[in-house]
Nanobody
Framework: QVQLVESGGGLVQAGGSLRLSCAASERSFSYYAMGWFRQAPGKEREFVATSSWSGGTTYYADAVKGRFTISRDNAKNTVYLQMNSLKPEDTAVYYC???????????????WGQGTQVTVSS
């Protein structure tokens, strides 16, 4: 059982930056692909970014490509999401998740964090 805890959310003005962190409880973290998803009120959970276990392969949703960067430090059991040039439409609860392989659909992920709120004001 992998426990995931997100942090780093908050309120930021449009154009600003935030870095989310997701700390895992298990050393086996390094064997998992990690993903970030987000869910805005009244909307379905949507894919944001994913990283292979090594960090060598990453994928991004078109809406965040060029603005967000996923990275990981396996020695610290932590995955990050650097978010730059934030827009009001990025406002959502952001979740990290662990899977056996990189994937863009929530159903492929086995473990989820509790989420962290990101609010971007215009």
């Amino acid at each position: 059982q992998v426990q995931l805890v997100e942090s780093g959310g908050g309120l930021v003005q449009a154009g600003g930056s935030l870095r989310l962190s997701c700390a895992a409880s298990e050393r086996s973290f390094s064997y998992y692909a990690m993903g970030w998803f987000r869910q805005a009120p009244g909307k379905e959970r949507e894919f944001v970014a994913t990283s292979s276990w090594s960090g060598g392969t990453t994928y991004y949703a078109d809406a965040v490509k060029g603005r967000f960067t996923i990275s990981r430090d396996n020695a610290k059991n932590t995955v990050y999401l650097q978010m730059n040039s934030l827009k009001p439409e990025d406002t959502a609860v952001y979740y990290c998740a662990a899977a056996r392989a990189t994937a863009v659909v929530p159903g492929r992920y086995d473990y989820w964090g509790q989420g962290t709120q990101v609010t971007v004001s215009s």
